[in-house]
C-alpha cells in the first residue's frame, strides 16, 4: 500500500476537485493600507530583498510550503484548506509572468522555507522570478499575517499581497483555487494601475 503522505507526481501539478476550500476568517482585514516592513529577506538569486523599497507594483504571493517529488507531506496536509496547492500556484504565476512584467510588476514569492529550498523550487520549476524565504517570520509577524500550524510546521498561510512604492493596496485572502489567483491579480491590476 502506497504511502498516503507523499503525495503522487501529477498531484503536485495541478488541484484536485476535492480540495478543501478555506474560509475567510478575517485575519487579512487590517492589511490594506499598511506599509511593508523594512526588513530585509534572503532571496533565490543569493541577494537580500528589502520589500518596502521596491517603486512601484509589487506583488507578493505567500503560501506555506512547496511540495517535492517522492518526499513526504506533513500528515493531514492535503485535507487542510488553504495548505496543498503552492506548486501550481508557482507555476501560474510562471506562466503568466510575462504579463505581469509587461504591466510593469515586480514578482516575488514568498515562504518560511529556508533559501535553499526554495533554490530548488526555482531550479526545478524554471521560476523566471525569485522567491524570497521568510525563516526568522520577520515579515510574516510583522505584517501580522495569517499563519498555518501542523505537524511540527509554522508556516505562512496563502496570502496575496499587491503594493505600490512599499503600501498594500490590495490583499487576497483566502486565496482559492490557487492556481486561479494570478488570474485575480492580473485583472485588479488592470483596473487599477
Not at 474560509?23 to 538569486?45: Q, R, V
Not at 510583522?142 to 510546521?153: D, H, K, Q, T
Request: a negative charge; hydrophobic letters at 35%; charged letters at 20%.
Amino acid at each position: 500500500m502506497p504511502n498516503q503522505n507523499i503525495p503522487p507526481k501529477d498531484f503536485l501539478q495541478s488541484i484536485p476537485s476535492d480540495l478543501p476550500v478555506p474560509i475567510d476568517d478575517g485575519a487579512s482585514k487590517h492589511l490594506e493600507g499598511k506599509n511593508l516592513p523594512n526588513i530585509e529577506l534572503p532571496s533565490t538569486n543569493g541577494m537580500l530583498v528589502n520589500c518596502s523599497q521596491i517603486q512601484g507594483w509589487l506583488v507578493i504571493f505567500c503560501f506555506p510550503m512547496t511540495g517535492r517529488p517522492g518526499r513526504i507531506l506533513p500528515d493531514g496536509w492535503i485535507d487542510t484548506p488553504g495548505a496543498a496547492g503552492c506548486t501550481p500556484q508557482n507555476c501560474s504565476f510562471r506562466d503568466n509572468y510575462e504579463v505581469l512584467r509587461d504591466m510593469s510588476v515586480t514578482l516575488l514569492g514568498l515562504s518560511t522555507q529556508p533559501r535553499e529550498y526554495q533554490a530548488e523550487v526555482v531550479s526545478r520549476l524554471h521560476l523566471p522570478y525569485k522567491l524570497v524565504s521568510d525563516a526568522s517570520f520577520q515579515f510574516s509577524e510583522s505584517l501580522g499575517l495569517p499563519m498555518l500550524f501542523i505537524e511540527n510546521l509554522r508556516l505562512t498561510k496563502r496570502i496575496t499581497l499587491i503594493a505600490k512604492d512599499g503600501l498594500i493596496k490590495k490583499c487576497f485572502y483566502p486565496v482559492f483555487p490557487p492556481d486561479k489567483n494570478v488570474d485575480d491579480v492580473i485583472e485588479w491590476l488592470s483596473n487599477n494601475s
